[in-house]
Structures are given as structure tokens and as C-alpha cells.
């Protein structure tokens, strides 16, 4: 059933879905469907025909979806530098979250609960971004209220790692990065286990320590080779920048492969996420 095998590639064991097989029209299928396929288009860094199916998900009558679509686009202009855009789409979301019909429980999320958890945690790491660190702890502690399961426990750790190392306090970031990376690979979901290496990585460099540095370069090394293999464009590019600062024997090959899969990646881009991410001084374009 294509639902399940697209769930499983955004969330699953099967992060190696070709991109031939995902659907990429705006109109067919259900709206589950239609999210998966953006959610995967993006990981994929295929920018623009996920905003092409986000956008008409973002204005259907389902607010659910319409808020899953709005936080989803809000990550796709974060994954390029767009954080005060990332901000208000974000602040959208939540808003259509909070006057959603009540839906099923999903076991990945996709629910009222879930959408109110993106949203929040959106908001927390915009604010982060933008420097409104107390702001960033806020939301994140009220997401944390939110009983969304397994994804947003997942980036919650995401989350709360990023505010402890942009406040200085890199040791600090292990725990939340340890369980987010514990509980993506407990759960079996190779895009987000990636994902979670690579923030897990980035917080044992930041701590110090040759224990550390070494734990860090090997996980970084094998998330960069596992986003390779699963062509996820939107990770490739930022692990490179993150393997920069670990293994500096390596640097430049680094640098190198990050800017040839970023330069592919605005390639496929829509024409403001480009401008947004030439602006961003988060963007090595």
C-alpha cells in the first residue's frame, strides 16, 4: 500500500524509497498521502514540488493537514536559513492546530497532538535561531506538555540540544541529544536515527574531550554515509558543515561535497526559498 510504504520511508525502516516512487501531484491521493510525499520530497531537498503539494494542503478545508503542511514548509525554509520566515508559518500552524477537529491517534504524529507539538517546537527553534534563547526554553518546555509521542520526544531532544549549545553550555546538550538518538534508533527510524547522530555528534565536539571527538567523528562519519545512501539532501549538506569543524584533516573534501549538494539543492529550490537562503548568513551558498 503506497500510504504505508511512504510512512515507512519518512519515519521508518525504509529510508531508501527511490525518488521515482514518490508521488509528487498536489490533487492525488489523500492528505496523508500527499504529506508523506512532501515530507520526503524535502528530506530529498526537492524544495519546490513539496511546496507545490504543501501549498494546496496548507489552503484545504482540513486543518490538520493544512497545520502538518504549514510546519512542514516552516521546516523546509529553517533547512535553508529562513527563520524569521520558518517563524511565522510556525505561528500559523499552531493556530490551525489548536482549532483542528479532534482526529485519530497516529502512531507517527500525525494528529491534533503531534501538529500542536510541530508547531511548538518550530517556534522554539526559530526563536533559537534568531537569538530569544529564554523564548526558545519556553516553548520547548510547553511542547514538552504535549503528549505527541515517539517524533516529537525525537525532536524535542533535537531541540533541547540546540538551546543548551547556542547558550553556551555544550555538556549540557548530550543528555537530550543521547535520548533523542536512543529513542529514533529504538524505534527503527533511519531518517530521524541520522539526524540524531549528527545533532548527538555535533553536542560531543562541542563538550570536549578526545573520548568525545573521537565518539563525535565516528558518528557524524557514518550518519553523512547513511544520508548519502538515502539521498537526503537537506542532511548531506549540513553533516559536511558539521564534519568541517571534527575532522579538520578532512576539511576541504568536506566543504567540497557540502557546496556541490547545497548548489544542487537550490537548484531544485522554489524561487523565494533561493532568495532566503542567499540572504541567510546560516547559507554557505
Known sequence: MLEDKLRRAAFGDLPWLPLGEVPVSASSGSPRVRLLSAVLLGAKGRYAAAMTILDELRHGPDRL????????????????????????LDGV????????????????????????????????AD???????????????????????????????????????????????VAPAEAAAGLAHGRGAVRHSIKSDLVLGASLSAAGGADGRERAANLVSTALEA????EFSSLIWPACLIAVDIRADLAEVYRFRSAQVLHAV?????????????????VPT
Request: with cysteine.
Open 127 to 173: 526563536n533559537l535561531a534568531i537569538g530569544r534563547i529564554p523564548a526558545a526554553r519556553r516553548l520547548a518546555a510547553s511542547a514538552s506538555r504535549v503528549p505527541c509521542g515517539w517524533r516529537g520526544e525525537v525532536r524535542a531532544g533535537w531541540v533541547g540540544a540546540e538551546i543548551e549549545l547556542a547558550a553556551g553550555r555544550p555538556e549540557a546538550a
Open 266 to 282: 537550490l537548484r531544485h529550490a522554489d524561487a523565494r526559498g533561493r532568495r532566503i537562503a542567499r540572504q541567510s548568513p546560516w
Open 65 to 88: 493537514f493544512a497545520s502538518l503542511a504549514t510546519s512542514t514548509l516552516a521546516s523546509h525554509r529553517r533547512q535553508l536559513g529562513g527563520h524569521a520566515a520558518a517563524r511565522r
Open 227 to 230: 544520508a548519502e545512501k538515502g
Open 93 to 124: 500552524a499552531l493556530l490551525m492546530a489548536t482549532t483542528a477537529a479532534e482526529a485519530p491517534t497516529d502512531a507517527d504524529g500525525l494528529d491534533v497532538p503531534g501538529a500542536i507539538c510541530d508547531a511548538l517546537l518550530g517556534l522554539a
